[in-house]
C-alpha cells in the first residue's frame, strides 16, 4: 500500500471546556489542579517529539493561539511544570492513600 501525500497544512484544535470541570463539583483546588494538568498535556505533545505516523515529524509553525477566555495565553510547559506539584498536593485529600485506587461514584 502506498502511503497518501502529506499534507501542506495540518491543524490541531484542543477544547478545554471549564465549565464541564467546574461541573464535575470536585471543588476549587481539584479545578487547580485539572487545569494546569490538562495544558501540561497538550503544552507537551506540541513541543515536544510529534511523530503520529512513520516518517512523519510535526513541528509547530507558530505560536500557540488561545481563543477563549479572552486575554488568556498558554502557559510554557516549564512554567506548568513548576505549577504542578503544588496544585497536586493541595489535592492530597481528593486521593485515595496509600496509591490505592480512587472510585468515583456519581449520583444525581
Known sequence: MIPPPPSAAWFAFFSLDLHQIRGYGLGA????????????????????????????????????????????????????????PSVIAACKDLFAGSGAPTTVTFSS
Do not use: I, N
Not at 33 to 44: E, N
Not at 45 to 51: H, K, N, Q, S, V
Not at 60 to 70: D, N, Q
Open 29 to 84: 483546588a481539584a479545578e487547580r489542579m485539572l487545569v494546569p494538568l490538562a495544558l501540561f498535556k497538550m503544552a507537551t505533545l506540541l513541543e515536544g517529539d510529534l511523530r503520529l505516523r512513520t516518517a512523519c515529524d510535526l513541528v509547530p509553525a507558530s505560536p500557540l493561539r488561545v481563543e477563549r477566555p479572552a486575554r488568556s495565553t498558554m502557559p510554557s510547559v516549564v512554567a506548568l511544570r513548576a505549577e504542578l
